[in-house]
């Protein structure tokens, strides 16, 4: 059989640890035998990310806005420990926030379905995909404690000097704290159309909540602007795809959640966004199961797995031990950036490609062959627990029967 052919490059941007090894199989086994991979490669491997001044992270953020379409392995987001483990000049930003800012997405999080893992929540038949709006509120505040006596008060200055004051509270009778928090328009209305496009692009509804009751000004100016976008810009477009945007209080749409079979778009501020996201992550599973994809507000796509390096099984993988690493979402990666290149470049057969590498891959689970993150979930009697060598081996094998 003749190997698909691909017009534009992905963007690959390679990672560390145990992803990093997952990496290169998937490469091998499951794509190189069907497609002629045309990729532009980043390394964003620590060691190369050191070598760069982490250069490398910003160029291969710029050649995705060229591009449109990326596919990242996770990457190690350097803290002390591992400042000295690398012999890192600088303690490095974390990868994805460098990548975020330039892009300026949204975040999606959404959770690969398989029959005999059940949710936690039984009736979530269908993904619940969590929008994390990922700029300001509690993550860029300014906080102060407050000793007893004092008077505390928000400020704004204008460009002329004029001030405008509002009283937060007097602590005349005891001791307290404050916190000052900000968004932007601009970082609100691209967040808005990032939800509102992958809604059309993935065809679900899309829920946007917060408390508006209480925070009449701050969270209220949330709703307005995802209100008016939607009436200006995507309700006509909304409609005739047959789907739907609407608003709610944050704790109206927790109960709506709880009791819905999932298949929406739960868009949430930043701080709803962190917690739910791991509630909802919890609830579905395994880590390894987790897809991400950050959407930029003028269309460019970045896939990734949730989860991170996997470093516990790479310094067995080291030692020479068996890992059974979940290659899932990392594969998921690449099959939701090949299709979206195939749609962007109008080649079918790349994205027939990436719905049989997900076939192949859900179809190897269910029939009993799994790694152990899974397997430690799954119902299935006769279950199996295999290496990721195994596992990939396996999914390459149903690959090729659908690919022929
Ligand atoms: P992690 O790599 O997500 O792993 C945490 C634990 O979750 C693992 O030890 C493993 O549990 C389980 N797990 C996660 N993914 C799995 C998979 N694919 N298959 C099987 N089990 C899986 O998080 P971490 O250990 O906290 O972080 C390691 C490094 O990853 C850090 O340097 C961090 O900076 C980086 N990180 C990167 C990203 C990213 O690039 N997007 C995201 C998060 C973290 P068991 O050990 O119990 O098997
Ligand atoms: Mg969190």
Redesign the pocket.
């Known amino acids: 059989m003749a190997k698909i052919q691909m017009k534009t490059p992905l963007v690959e941007m390679d990672?560390?640890?145990?992803?990093r090894v997952?990496w290169q199989m998937i490469k091998d086994e499951l794509i190189a035998p069907f497609v002629d991979l045309k990729s532009e490669y980043y390394d964003l491997g620590l060691v190369h990310r050191n070598e760069t001044d982490d250069q490398v992270t910003i160029d291969s953020a710029e050649a995705t806005k060229k591009y449109g379409v990326a596919v990242?392995?996770?990457?190690?987001?350097?803290?002390a420990a591992?400042v000295e483990e690398y012999h890192l000049k600088e303690m490095w930003k974390?990868?994805?926030g460098t990548i975020r800012a330039i892009l300026d997405g949204t975040v999606f999080r959404t959770p690969i379905i398989v029959k005999d893992i059940t949710p936690f929540i039984p009736t979530w038949t269908k993904p619940i995909t969590i929008a994390r709006h990922a700029y300001g509120d509690i993550y860029k505040n300014t906080e102060l404690a407050v000793p007893q006596g004092s008077k505390a008060e928000l400020v704004v200055t204008d460009e002329n000097g004029n001030e405008t004051r509002a009283l937060i509270h007097d602590f005349k009778n005891s001791a307290g704290i404050i916190q000052g928090v900000h968004n932007l328009d601009k970082s609100i209305q691209s967040f808005a159309r990032s939800c509102l496009s992958y809604a059309l692009d993935t065809h679900q509804d899309v829920w946007f909540a917060a408390k508006d009751t209480i925070s009449k000004t701050y969270d209220h100016h949330f709703k307005d602007i995802f209100a008016e976008i939607y009436e200006a810009e995507y309700k006509e477009k909304f409609e005739a795809a047959g789907i739907e945007y609407f608003y709610t209080l944050i704790d109206d749409v927790v109960a709506r959640i709880v009791r819905s079979n999932g298949g929406v778009i739960w868009a949430c501020k930043n701080y709803d966004g962190d917690v739910m996201s791991d509630m909802v992550a919890t609830a579905y599973g395994?880590?390894?199961l987790m897809t991400?994809v950050l959407v930029s507000p003028d269309g460019v796509y970045e896939y990734?797995?949730?989860?991170?390096?996997?470093?516990?099984?790479y310094y067995k993988y080291l030692k020479g031990e068996r890992t059974?690493?979940?290659?899932?979402?990392?594969i998921f990666a690449w099959s939701g950036a090949f299709r979206k290149r195939g749609e962007l470049d109008e080649i079918p057969e790349l994205c027939d490609y990436a719905d049989k590498l997900e076939k192949a891959t859900i179809s190897t689970i269910e029939s009993g062959i799994m790694?152990?993150?899974m397997a430690a979930l799954s119902t299935l009697e006769n279950k199996q627990s295999v290496s990721?060598e195994e596992f990939i081996g396996a999914i390459a094998e149903n690959l090729s029967k659908l690919m022929v």
């Open positions: 990672g560390d640890e145990m992803t997952v990242k392995c996770a990457t190690i987001t350097p803290n591992r974390s990868p994805n395994s880590l390894g991400s990734e797995a949730a989860h991170g390096t996997v470093q516990r099984h059974s690493t979940n290659p899932v979402a990392t790694t152990g993150d990721t």
